[in-house]
T-cell receptor, first 114, second 111 residues
């Protein structure tokens, strides 16, 4: 238990579906992150939020839409995805942005796009 | 941002000590070195962090030579459950630092 909870753990969706991934942290952290990990590839940073403001959008296609309504919650809205978007999506948090201290990761949401 | 280089994979046997070295030749003065462990289908987990010399905790030791151009993660007496990918990250405190992961080192521990 890392203090970061992701739901759902597994998701299967068609290319025309709209779904959302949810991340919640109970650590009182101010920075939250979305990473994508495809099979046999390194983690790719997607988005970074600090105090509910997006500070990094790492050239992510618009079919991925993040939302950070408060410092404890982070969403990733998905629409018209492609099969190559199938991956493990990981949420993480840290005390503050720019703090080299520990990143706390959730267990991930395994997404399969048919 | 300091670039890191690690071996792609390593093999070991239960009970052995494993040392994974990370090269970071262009490390900056204020950069810290952080190691994470990732099991399949899980998020990475922080193992240890250091700035210079030696740091030890209940899981591992981190050795950093005086020039800081490399670091070595040492896992004592590994078990099968230490089979994982190990990542070395380098970065300095500050508003622009965002943790970036490379390919890491895939460690396989054999019986």
């Amino acid at each position: 238990e890392t203090g970061v909870t992701q739901t759902p753990r597994h998701l299967v969706m068609g290319m025309t579906n709209k779904k959302s991934l949810k991340c919640e942290q109970h650590l009182g952290h101010n920075a939250m992150y979305w990473y994508k990990q495809s099979a046999k590839k390194p983690l790719e940073l997607m988005f970074v939020y600090s105090l509910e403001e997006r500070v990094e959008n790492n050239s992510v296609p618009s079919r991925f839409s993040p939302e950070c309504p408060n410092s404890s919650h982070l969403f990733l809205h998905l629409h018209t995805l492609q099969p190559e978007d199938s991956a493990l999506y990981l949420c993480a948090s840290s005390q503050d942005l720019g703090n080299t201290g520990e990143l706390f990761f959730g267990e991930g949401s395994r997404l399969t796009v048919l | 941002l300091a670039k890191t280089t690690q071996p792609i994979s390593m093999d070991s046997y239960e009970g052995q000590e494993v040392n994974i070295t990370c090269s970071h030749n262009n490390i900056a003065t204020n950069d810290y070195i952080t190691w994470y462990q990732q099991f399949p289908s899980q998020g990475p987990r922080f193992i240890i962090q250091g700035y210079k010399t030696k740091v030890t905790n209940e899981v591992a030791s981190l050795f950093i030579p005086a020039d800081r151009k490399s670091s070595t993660l040492s896992l004592p007496r590994v078990s099968l459950s230490d089979t994982a990918v190990y990542y070395c990250l380098v970065g300095k405190p500050g508003g622009s630092y965002i943790p970036t992961f490379g390919r890491g080192t895939s460690l396989i521990v054999h019986p």
